[in-house]
């Protein structure tokens, strides 16, 4: 298996779909994959699996959760993997649970989990997360938060020239946990690591069990690097960071790891 998309309504829009007022309350799973290759993906959320997508005032309320061997993972409890214009005003509350081993002889089982979104390249504002987010077994590497593992930078579609705010106005109140990973963890409150994160709030624990490479624990982001910016955010969590077998272990309430500001 190369390519799998599951998600409560549906696996994938392969065109740009708007989804207003839409809910799903019935639990989303993806039974145990063992992937073909490295180079794998396998995409869980509780609206979608992954697609192109303007997302407003949705609701998830049925647990999200993923087994897989070497692959890319993408779990989030609206959406695993979404692009397009942005996921607003929507909640998350089941829980979003990966649980990644990398096969004997395989090459990588990296995962990216969160409340709202795994890996999200869209905007993420006004939304609420109140499930756990936890990843288990024996991954790679990890991203996750209870709003957004991943967040990448895009442009603002109003002013082509700005870069957008990529979380806003968000909420987290689910704990965040992980597993030892093989290389690198980013855990976070908000997101594992993001890129424009503003006037946020995490009130959920995060705690993870530590990594062999790097390991970076935040109340808000786990590592912030290249000139990301996080403003207006704050954090009532608890946050436990795990130490790192080889390399460093950084945990802060706000940010575990500041580099290439």
Not at 89 to 101: C, D, E, K, R
Not at 148 to 153: D, E, V
Request: aromatic residues 8%; contains cysteine; proline residues 2%.
């Amino acid at each position: 298996v190369s390519q799998v998309a599951i998600g409560g309504l549906t696996g994938i829009f392969m065109f740009t779909v708007e989804m207003t007022a839409c809910s799903n309350s019935g639990d989303v799973v993806l039974e145990y994959l063992s992937a073909q290759s490295a180079s794998s993906s396998f995409t869980i959320g509780g609206l979608a699996g992954r697609g192109d997508i303007t997302m407003d005032k949705c609701t998830n309320e049925g647990d999200v959760s993923a087994a897989c061997g070497t692959a890319a993972l993408y779990a989030g409890g609206l959406v695993g993997y979404p692009t397009g214009y942005g996921i607003f005003n929507s909640t998350n509350t089941g829980s979003v649970t990966v649980n990644a081993n990398n096969e004997e002889g395989a090459q990588y089982a990296s995962v990216y989990a969160g409340g709202c979104a795994g890996y999200s390249y869209t905007r993420i504002h006004d939304c609420t997360n109140k499930g756990a987010v936890a990843v288990t077994g024996t991954p790679t590497s990890v991203m996750t938060g209870g709003i957004a593992g991943y967040s990448n930078s895009i442009y603002d579609p109003s002013v082509p020239s700005k870069q957008a705010e990529t979380i806003k106005n968000c909420i987290n109140e689910g704990d965040v946990t992980s597993a030892l990973t093989e290389e690198t963890l980013y855990a976070g409150g908000i997101a594992g690591t993001g890129f424009i994160t503003k006037d946020c709030t995490n009130k959920g624990n995060v705690t993870t069990a530590g990594s062999k490479g790097i390991c970076a624990t935040g109340g808000i982001e786990g590592i912030a690097e290249n000139n990301h910016t996080i403003s207006g955010c704050s954090n009532s969590g608890t946050i436990s960071g795990g130490v790192s077998e080889r390399w460093t272990s950084y945990t802060g309430g706000i940010v575990g790891s500041l580099q290439y500001m």
